[in-house]
Each structure stands twice: as C-alpha cells, then as structure tokens.
C-alpha cells in the first residue's frame, strides 16, 4: 500500500498562536521515565529539555497558563488496569511521580494528575481550560507515541487547536517517534519545530505544519 | 535512541477470550473510506475483508455482539472542528456512512455512529457494552492508525481487554500501520492474527501478543 | 432547619439570550411518556405543550437550532441498569420514542437520543452544540424533576448558560416541579416563564430569575 | 397533577450490600461548607455527623474504601463557570476544603477533590471505584439537593447500585431535602436510614427502599 493516498485528504495550512486563548501542556517529565531510579527510563530524556525550557519561557513570557501533567496512580487499588499491561509505576506521593528538578515549576502553574496515558481521561484539564477560556494547546513531553499522543488525541477531540513542537518531544523509538508526528500532523494537529512555537507567541508569526514522511 | 528499553517494561503474556464478555467491534468499514467514489478512499481495503468476515462469523458463533461503527458527522454545523483539518466526509445519512456490501449486518448487530475518530467519543459505545456485561473488545477495521488506534486508546483507558487482529486492519501506510500495531501490542492490548482470534473463540485457545518491532 | 441561609449565597442576576449563540433543547416529549398507550404517561402533558410550541417558534424566528431529546434504549441488552429501577420503556425504533405529533420536527432540526436521563450522557450532544458554537441553552419538556434536571446539570458543568422555561415543564408531582425549579433558579441557572424567553429572543430582553421558596 | 403516577413505574425492591463491591462515598463533609469561618455554611450540619460516623465506622469493619469528596476550585481561574452562579469558595489549598475535623480521615482512606456538584464530573472517581472492582455506593454528605444528589446522579448513570442514607444527609431546607430522596428513591437508588446500612454491612440484611411521599 503507497503511503499516502489516505492522508493525502487534508489541510495543512499554518496556524497562528493568540497569547490570551493558548496554554502550554508539559507531558510526565516525572523523575519515573527520566531519572536513573526511575522504574521505565527513557534514555536521552535530556536532549529534549533545553527546547522545552524555551517553549516554557516564551509562554510565560507570554502569559500564558503552564500546565505539569505528571503520571500518578492509586495506591492499594484492587486491580490498575494499566499495570496489568506495564510495570507498575508513578504510585501516587512517590518520588517518580515529581517534576524532573531540570524544570522549574512555579506557585502560579497548575498540576494535573493522570492515571492513563492522556492526560484528559478521568482528570480535571479540560475544565481548567475552559474556565480559562484556552483553545489553544501546545503540547510536548514524554513519550511521543504513548502519553504525548493519547493527549493530543483528547484535546483534539474536545476541540483544541493543537500544536506539537517536535523537538521537544521523545519516543520510545525513533519509527514510533516519527509514526506519531506524522500521525498528529495529517490528522490532530500541527507539527513544527520548538523555535517555531517561540517566534510565534512573540510575534504572532504564522507556524508551518510539517508532516514527517516515511 | 535505541528500540526499546521503555517499552520492555511491558507484559506481553497471552490472553484468552471469554465468549460472553466479549464483542466485536468493527471500525470504519464505510463506503467513504473504501469504495470508488468516497471522499477518503483507502487502496486496497479488499485485502483485509475476508478476516473481517472469518472473525465476524466467529463471533457470531461464540455469541458475540457485533458491533458497527461509522463515521457520521453532522450536518449543517457552523464548525466542524474534524472538517477543519480533514476534507469534508461521512455527512449523516450519506451513502458514504454506510457499511461496505461486502459485509452483511444483520438485525441483531449494533450500529454506533461517531463524529471523531475514537469510536467511545459522545457516542453511546461504553454504555452499550457495559448493558452487555462486556469485557472485552476485538477491534479491527480501518485505518490501523486513526480510528481503530483511537477506538482502541479509549478501549483500553475504560478498562476493556482489546484484542487487535491485525491482517483485518490497514494504515494509512506500512510504517503507520506497524507502528501503531506495535503501540497496541505494547502499551494498550494483545495484537495477533485473525486465525488466532478465530481459534480462540472457538476453543478458549490462548492468544500470544506480537509484538512488531521496528 | 430554616430555608435557605445556604442557597441565598448566590448570583441571581438577569441574563440576556444571544441569537447565535443559544439553542433550544426540548426533553423526552415523546409518545411514551404523553400518549394514551404509552408505558410512563404524566397526566398533563397538553397543558405545557402550547408554551413549548411558543419557545420553539421563537426560536425559529431567531435562527436557534431545535434539538429534539428523545429516550432510546437499546433493544436485547443483558441488563439495562435503567430498567433495574424502571419499567421498561422507550425501546430504540419503537412508536414511544417518536417526539408528539403536537410538535412539527423540521428536517434542519436535530435528534439526539439517549439512554439515560441526561440528554448529554454518552450522546454527541455536547459536541453538537460546540461545533455549532452554543453557550447557552434553553432547556424544557418532562419531567422537570427528572429529565429536564439531569439535562440541566450536566450543561452547568459542561460551561453552558441555561434558562429553563417553568410553564414549558411538567413534573411527577407538584412537590417536585417546585422544588427542582427552585435547586435549578440557585444553583444551575436561570428559571422564567416561557413569555420571558419568547421577549428575550425577540428584543434582546433581560430575563430575571425566579426563585420558586417553599 | 397528582402525584405520582408517572413514578409508580417503578422497581422499589429491597437491595443487599456486597462488602466487597460497596464503598462509601463522603459528600462535601469540609469546613466552607459547615464550620463557623465558611463561606457558605449549613445550620445544623452537626445533626448529621454521628450518623456518618457509625456508617463510615461499619464501612471500616467490613473493609469498605471509604472516599471523602471535598470541594476544591483551582485558583486565578479567569473565569469559573460556577463562581458566575455561587459566591466564591472552596480555593484549592485552602483550609475549607479540608475535611471537617468531627471525622477521622485514615492514611488509607481516598481523597476526591471536584470542581463541580458531582463528585463524578471531570476526576477520578469512576477509575478509582473500577480499579477496585466496586459495583455499590453508599452515599451521603452535604446538601442533598445538590451535590449529594449530583454525585448519585453521575453513579446511576455510570452504572452503580446507589444507596442514601437519608439522616446523614442534610438539605438547603426541608422541602428540598425531602424531594431529592423522593427522586432518589424513585429514579436512582435506594433510600434507607443509616442504621439500615450498619445493618446490612454486618449481616448482609436486605435494604427496604422508602420513598418520602410529598
């Protein structure tokens, strides 16, 4: 089967940043799947962050809402569903369930919790939001293809615009990473480079959509 | 990055189906998406009908709902958010929201229409298998990394088991396609053939997860 | 305890309908529940349905989208949880689910049928009202205390400003009607007469709330 | 209108607890909403409590979750939906959304925090009774025309069996009081006094259902 007729059907037109509707969504950077100890570690979690420190800056810069997403789950449960299928891990209050100190997480940030790989299901971030009155995600973080992707599913389905800076993004692999971009660009949202997010909420520039091919 | 130190955390032990808590759920197989003259046509969808239809006469043996999903948008909105990154598709009551003439519905099965790619968004699917008593899903259809991926996430976050057959599903492309599968296999459900779903509902067999590796 | 330190911590200023951004909601007036022959009857029904057919024509006039509610519950389930406490009723395609022929369903209007006594749970409701854009909702029908109620609920918390029309509404009993419309006037919106929201639409009137004390 | 013909379609049978399948769910039992300092405090909340105590006490015994649901809105929101309708309360962090010092909160105990009436609506609580395998609810809090009554809404619909001790309820007032439980018992779940629940938690006695007529 050529790669991609399906796809073909779509519209990737550039998209621009609007300070007072857009918020930042960062990902599980959580000591568990970056930090030697932690119980699923992503190598290399670290050549991604000093683009994420940039988006940080250039959204508060920009006023705009920075949301910690942090993997957390029950203690005690009878049965996790998630841990029938992976290493149990995040037990909520645990160290592997904090902000990687590489991150500076300010008094005025929101903390979400989640229990699932989207940080939508079962938690309370669309309705922050909403009485935000945010249409507008940038989302990044670990991993591309599972909790990255999962999100970025939800906001899109809720209606969000979505932009992915993929720099800023890790996977499990580099065919999932890929897969994943490309699969968030034809069909969720916009793809583009960490920079392009920090010149866009400068000065509104117009952020290009960039689909990975095969 | 090397594949996969992440997702080596995983447990890939083999399932078995239990015939009255199972279903079916058969994603996208809609004119649109496969027929000539559908605004989103997939070449060669042909390929994966006939374990389409052996896992659909499996289940009808063993008892199971057969579940059909189509994509069904409504018409007249003043935004469609899906119509603002996919060519304009599946309009309600269109010939395209219909199931391909290949397969044969029968008055029993259930029709769940979805306006988003998971086929559980604002759609009455987790409610209808929960008043069946169903824990677990065979979920196939098109396209691999969309709607089925998405059915298959909400799946898996509402704890349902899912089962992905994977010769009666086709991506967008090769790499999408053993990518998501691989994703599935490791992170949300059991992917195997349509001949292991169909022996196992025929004789509890257990079903060993593939995992596809890069 | 005296009645009602608690509610009078409240806002019950006047609100004003936008043309473009509201929509009528009218709930389960449908055969089974109004009709001779039907399974749950509330004696009644026709006192209401003159002040309903001025909302909707009011509406009309003003460009609002009509949803139709109807009750529909799947047929052959192995356990509905809603007939565990109820009668059986309103089986999917049966003449109980068909709106009162009292009422004129035009072919722009929409359907949504439920199986639960919100008309938002697992309906595409809320995504049919966003992708039209609506953030407020005029919501009437049967029975106030049960349908009207859960429907009105579930909009507070998905963000939309509702007003419930009284007179457009009938409960099991008097005690019900009352004391729903008096918990919806403190907590979840606005409660007026039907003229009220027919000026309002008109003109641009501001619409008081009504607070029903014991 | 007579009452109540439309809500004599309807299963009023006894229930039997399960101990484990039930949990107990605290309602709202926090400081705003009952101590001197509260910005919106219920007179005589302490009536209620030793009826709670000896039920969340027989929980305990028969080694029930107990989950303690407290009112918590997130700070500096731009515009919260239900601060529009209600006098502001509940910031997160702050000392009214602590747990009433009349209770004893144990290490093992679950905490819910919710933004809306339902305890249900946008956290965990339905992933945190599923992934304890819990079919049963015993409700009951603060007010019960409100969120106690939301959050048996929510469980209804979900899917839980829903018992109501009405005396560790109190309402905004005795005609609001007294018609949620009508609805409960009617539409929803099980009315009974809390010794009812102590009972039935130790020898598994049947739960008679009462339905307050007006």
């Given at each position: 089967m050529k790669a991609d007729v399906f796809s073909d059907h779509r519209h990737d037109g550039s998209m621009r940043l609007v300070a007072d509707q857009a918020a930042v969504v960062v990902v599980d950077?959580?000591?568990?799947f970056c930090k030697p100890g932690g119980k699923m570690v992503l190598p290399g979690y670290e050549?991604?962050?000093?683009?994420?420190?940039?988006?940080?800056a250039a959204g508060r810069r920009?006023?705009?809402?920075?949301?910690?997403?942090?993997?957390?789950?029950?203690?005690?449960?009878?049965?996790?569903?998630?841990?029938?299928?992976r290493?149990?891990?995040?037990?909520?209050?645990?160290?592997?369930?904090?902000?990687i100190d590489d991150h500076q997480v300010l008094p005025d940030d929101r903390m979400v919790r989640k229990a699932r790989y989207s940080?939508?299901?079962?938690?309370?971030?669309?309705l922050l939001l909403k009485d935000n009155l945010i249409t507008q995600l940038i989302v990044f973080g670990v991993v591309t293809n599972i909790c990255v992707r999962s999100t970025v599913h939800d906001a899109f389905f809720h209606g969000y615009e979505v932009v992915v800076p993929h720099d800023a993004c890790a996977g499990t692999g580099d065919r999932e990473h890929?897969?994943?971009l490309y699969d968030i660009a034809t069909h969720f949202g916009t793809v583009c480079a960490s920079s392009d997010v920090v010149a866009g909420l400068a000065d509104g520039a117009q952020i290009a959509n960039q689909v990975m091919e095969a």
């Open positions: 950077m959580i000591n568990e050549t991604i962050v000093p683009q994420q420190k940039a988006v940080v920009a006023g705009l809402p920075i949301v910690w997403v942090a993997d957390s789950h029950r203690a005690n449960l009878r049965r996790d569903r998630e841990w029938v299928k290493t149990p891990h995040c037990v909520e209050g645990s160290w592997g369930t904090e902000i940080a939508f299901f079962q938690t309370d971030l669309d890929r897969s994943s």
